[in-house]
């Protein structure tokens, strides 16, 4: 096995993204130059860079010029380990969003905040005052570790979810750029005031077994050209996958003993879902089981695997530089082995976890120590104020009236919590006047376990459509939900622009992937706990043909599904049945007959047929159980009879 002292000999000439990371004098330039200039965008080489420090420079695709300029502005990205965002920096970000921004703010799915329609004389003014507010947007973008996740639920008396959330803000200062160009190019070199490191992890940072370190660097962990493509850690708890645990490069779950005390981490590893069409080397993939680390040695173990991808992974091929295909090529042995090289020892076997569930944790509930949280749906992501729904009006009077922290969710939602159980009258009532749901019952279950990236107008690489359009492609899902017979139906659905996978649709029961201008990919047969990737079903489905292909599948699903004590999810009758079944299916239905108002259903008249109450009451819960109208089961069971006499 090749030592880290000898890192691999690259023969391969290096990106171009790779010459610029080293000629970058660590993260300083052309960022720092450009700045200076009085012009309304960066060049191509400082955009790449300035990913690093938390943003990226868009153009509004749909106002392409003005005054004969194209029309550029920023993306801003926080830095918010675990989510947590404190009352003084989400009143920051809301100002900025009005003062500098487009007047809204959008959760991600690693649980920070976006702000977009910074103009580029504005950049500056607007990341010193997330700095001077306790936030930070440094490695929020970038080829390095971007924002460390961990499940957002503030139980306080469930040890787990509070060392998920201690490792998860440890880490990220462990694998935190060391660089002073953040400081020197956004603050002048002042550097604000925050947390004091653990000293545990600055003795980490710079413990070097095995060439784990680089020892003459500005970036100890990272050297002159950090890692050869993003990377993505989170922590989880035993059972709670509301971080989709096996989409992460890294994936550690906290394991404790009976006490409740914290004994070491199950490590995954491999993760990942980007791709690119009709690119065959390019894939989702979920990840495997690595081993299991005392706590003591999990900042070893963490800058191990870093430096495993960190020297292995492919810095010629960008498009195959993510860890996920060092996993592939090498197989979990070799990879675990070369880990074990830089740890300095074997990791221990992986320990028996229970299944992980979906969690989303929105309502009222407890927090264990008196106080309350409130988990609140906001609807991919976006927060604003539009016609009588005012969701940033309301958040903005709570935490100024409350100073109430929040944590951002996996799956664009958040939570305020600290709440005193007096205050909750007063808070649901703001809520109410802002024309804003927050009991969770009242929501579409669809709309709930759905998510979508931005996409137009402002992403780059967006084909087509996702979060202006999900939400009345989720209204016409509905629909043909009641007319199949299955009103009450929900799964999870999960829409991006491009096969990058922002919204991780790989994970989805029903993935809708933008493929073409006005076309999706369809996905189908991941469960709805994110234990299972899902599969491309069709290509090039148009937007007007969505509920066409989707009938025939609603159908068979209706007509088919288990109930074996527990009634089957979309994406498991999908992955059951297989993609055969689902095509041979669609290819023999008629359209339409499958529907509730089709056949001798279809007519206005309806008559009258007496029962006794008992058998009313029988057949009433049966409709319910089955989720059929009385009126179509009635048809149902008189046509049976009427065959079998006939």
């Known amino acids: 096995m090749i030592l ?19 000629n970058s004098d660590f993260l300083r330039e052309p960022v720092a130059s450009e700045l200076l200039e009085d012009t309304t965008h960066f060049s191509a080489d400082a955009i790449q860079i300035l990913k690093f420090h938390g943003s990226y420079q868009q153009l509004d695709r749909e106002n392409r010029k003005i005054n004969g300029e194209k029309s550029y502005q920023m993306m801003l990205r926080t830095r918010s380990p675990g989510g947590f965002i404190p009352p003084e920096l989400y009143l920051a970000l809301d100002q900025l969003s009005e003062t500098y921004g ?13 702000i977009h329609g910074i103009l580029k004389k504005n950049l500056k003014a607007t990341i010193a005052t997330i700095v001077k507010n306790m936030g930070s947007t440094l490695g929020a973008c970038g080829d390095l570790n971007r924002n460390v996740m961990a499940p957002a639920a503030p139980y306080k008396t469930k040890p787990e979810y509070q060392y998920a959330w201690e490792y998860a803000n440890k880490i990220a200062d462990l694998l935190r750029p060391q660089t002073g160009a953040y400081y020197e190019i956004w603050l002048d070199g002042e550097k604000a005031i925050s947390a004091e490191e653990a000293p545990e992890v600055k003795a980490a940072r710079n413990k070097n077994v095995n060439g784990r370190n680089f020892t003459d660097k500005e970036e100890p962990i990272y050297g002159t050209h950090y890692m050869p493509r993003k990377f993505k850690i989170c922590l989880a708890v035993p059972g709670d996958n509301s971080v989709d645990i096996l989409t992460q490069d890294i994936g550690l779950v906290v394991m404790t003993n009976a006490q409740g005390e914290l004994e ?57 530089a993510r860890m996920k295909y060092l996993l592939h090529d090498w197989g979990v042995e070799k990879f675990r082995a070369q880990v074990e090289e830089y740890f300095g020892k074997p990791l221990a076997p992986f320990k028996p976890l229970p299944p992980f569930k979906y969690q989303d944790y929105l309502g009222w509930q407890d927090q264990g120590d008196g106080k309350q949280f409130l988990g609140l749906s906001v609807e991919n992501g976006r927060v604003k ?25 996996p799956n664009h939602n958040l939570i305020i919590y600290e709440i005193d159980p007096q205050d909750r009258a007063a808070i649901t009532s703001i ?86 201008p006005g076309a999706y990919q369809i996905w189908l047969g991941a469960d709805p706990n994110q234990n299972r990737l899902s599969q491309p079903f069709l290509d090039k489905v148009k937007d007007e043909d969505i509920e066409s292909t989707l009938e025939p599948l609603f159908v068979y699903f209706k007509q088919s599904r288990l109930n074996n004590g527990k009634v089957e999810s979309f994406g498991d009758f999908c992955h059951r049945v297989g993609f055969d079944s689902l095509r041979a299916f669609s290819e023999s239905y008629t359209p339409g007959s499958g529907l ?51």
Request: positive net charge; contains cysteine.
């Open 4 to 22: 880290s002292l000898n890192r691999p000999t690259v023969t391969s000439k290096p990106s171009k993204i790779e010459v610029l990371k080293e």
């Open 102 to 114: 487009n007047q809204t703010l959008r959760t991600t799915t690693r649980q920070g905040f976006q």
């Open 264 to 320: 070491g981490f199950n490590v995954y590893a491999g993760g990942g879902l980007g791709r690119t069409h009709n690119k065959e080397e390019t894939f989702a993939r979920a990840a495997d089981r690595i081993g299991y680390v005392d706590k003591d040695d999990v900042y070893d173990l963490v800058k191990a695997v870093v430096a495993t991808q960190r020297d292995y992974g492919d810095r010629h091929q960008r498009r195959h």
């Open 385 to 409: 104020d539009e016609g009588k729904f005012q969701l940033k009006s309301a958040l903005r009077e709570i935490i100024t009236q409350f100073h109430l922290p929040m944590r951002l969710t």
């Open 431 to 516: 809520f109410n006047k802002h024309g804003v749901e927050s009991e969770p019952k009242r929501l579409d279950s669809l709309v709930r376990y759905s998510m979508a990236c931005p996409a137009l107008p402002l992403c780059g690489l967006a084909i087509t459509e996702s979060e202006r359009a999900l939400p009345g492609i989720l209204s016409r899902i509905r629909t043909l939900l009641k007319k199949v017979g299955l009103p009450k139906e929900h799964f999870v659905v999960r829409m991006t622009g491009c096969p990058n996978g922002c919204a991780r649709p790989y994970m989805a029961e029903l993935g809708l992937v933008g493929h073409m």
């Open 596 to 646: 509730v108002a089709s056949g001798k259903d279809s007519g206005k008249a309806r008559y009258r047929i007496g029962v006794r109450d008992t058998v009313y009451q029988e057949f009433k819960d049966l409709a319910t159980q089955e989720g059929k109208s009385m009126t179509q089961l009635a048809t149902e069971v008189l046509e049976a009879y009427m065959a079998e006499k006939g």
